[in-house]
């Protein structure tokens, strides 16, 4: 029972579960209601800390086991230093767990279906089309699959919001050929940057949106 209590311990566990992981049977619903409450706060902070969120998953590769921390660590070093406002989680996302602070049931609770995630905050889009530039390496083994952005005092989701709402109901009915189309109708200069954001995501396939976390967050994803 030593290991289980170390789990607890980490977890920072309140001391009556403590009392009721002594009967054996009931440790793995135990730690898994544990760990999920835990992670669903701290993810919830980082919600709140940050305002842009990305989920990446691991490249389809037929019959090849790759090191998913070396290439991992090897993505977050490569981007350490294009946005220093940012926090990349060492561990793969606890989904049920992200559900639970965005309030959303988008992620599969399945322990097959694995994200790596960042938190971070951006001003402009250039940290985001640099990831989406990483990922394009065939070395990265990563690939962009959700991209959240807080819809108060986040001027990208203001922007791509405002858009998706002035045309003609795309916003529930996205499509490839429709975030092209909203693209191309960029006001002025200054929001040429978020227009080649848009055209970056179309092409990496990420044209899914929703409104999630009671409102706060709009959420872009691959179909």
Known sequence: MGRYFRILKALDAPRF????????NTVPELQHQVECRVLTRKYSKYLSDYNTFALFQWQPLKDLEIDK????????HSLDHSNQNAIFLRDKLHNEAMNASLKSTMLSRSYDDEYRCTFQ????????????????????RLQLHTLGLRTKDNNIASYIQTLLEESE??????????????????????????????????????INSRIVGTGQWLVLSKA
């Open 121 to 140: 905050t951006v001003s402009e889009p250039y940290p985001i089309k640099n990831m989406l530039r990483l990922t394009g390496d065939l070395d990265a």
């Open 69 to 76: 921390e070396y290439f991992w660590k090897k993505f977050v």
């Open 17 to 24: 579960v403590y009392k009721y992981s002594k009967t054996k």
């Open 169 to 206: 109901n795309m916003y529930k009915n996205l499509s490839y050929e429709k975030l092209l189309s909203i693209a191309k109708k960029t006001r002025s200069d200054k929001d040429k940057p978020i227009k080649e954001l848009l055209y970056t995501l179309a092409e990496n396939g990420i």
